[in-house]
């Protein structure tokens, strides 16, 4: 009989750290070691360590003091591995029955596991969906994610219709919160009032429920104006 492969955690170091990667290269050119090592909760050197071995690779470009930045290699794995992730998270939510707040941990450590074939025949069973549960955007096989043009709900101009797209919040307890008062993806609002100097905001939700939104959450909820 067979026996089962373990995980390999050296392979699951190196995808979890140009994953983090990718998501911090949204918002600059070069990551720097110390970012990713906050990212990663690992000392700054042992980001260095890790960045020096991948330069061998070929997935990473790494300049001492000028931080580090995938290559197109890199970049192929980490989509890869979002791709995995997020379809995850689509299936626990939509076939096993888990609420939104619970399915990062579950995916982080299936995406690991998992093969690709398996991860196939989600896509497929799921009609090969876009957007996962949080509204995040699933790569394609070939690396590809739809756009959208998104804003926070804190920055919605008042009695601007919009709908709910995506969360980008990292706190599960928050996140329940959102689905609890009603904000939940797909759903339609509009912001009545706003404090000033990042105070709460008075919203609207359809068919006519009114919430009080606090800023932080409100900045971690992106919505999608429609005519």
Not at 134 to 139: K, V
Request: aromatic share 4%.
């Amino acid at each position: 009989m067979s026996r089962r492969k373990l995980p390999d955690r050296t392979s699951e170091s190196v995808e979890d750290f140009l994953k983090a990667i990718f998501h911090l290269q949204r918002q600059t050119d070069r990551v720097s070691t110390t970012a990713l090592a906050d990212a990663l909760n690992i000392s700054a050197p042992a980001v260095t360590v890790m960045a020096q071995r991948l330069v061998d690779d070929g997935t990473v470009d790494y300049v001492k003091y000028r931080g580090v930045r995938l290559t197109d290699a890199g970049k192929r794995v980490a989509l890869k591995m979002l791709r995995r992730h997020r379809l995850i998270e689509a299936y626990l939510v939509e076939d096993l029955g888990y609420q939104l707040h619970e399915v990062h941990d579950e995916a982080e450590a299936l995406e690991h596991t998992v093969s690709d074939r398996f991860v196939e025949a989600i896509a497929r069973k799921l009609g090969n969906p876009p957007y996962d549960p949080h509204g995040d955007p699933i790569p394609n096989r070939d690396g590809l994610m739809p756009q959208r043009d998104l804003q926070p709900l804190s920055q919605l101009s008042t009695r601007l219709p919009a709908r709910i797209r995506r969360f980008i919040m990292d706190d599960p307890l928050m996140l329940q919160e959102t689905q609890k008062r009603g904000l939940v993806l797909g759903v339609a609002l509009e912001v009545l009032a706003r404090d000033e100097f990042d105070g709460p905001l008075e919203v609207r939700l359809q068919p006519g429920s009114q919430q009080i939104v606090g800023f932080k959450m409100a900045s971690q909820i992106l919505v999608e104006p429609v005519a």
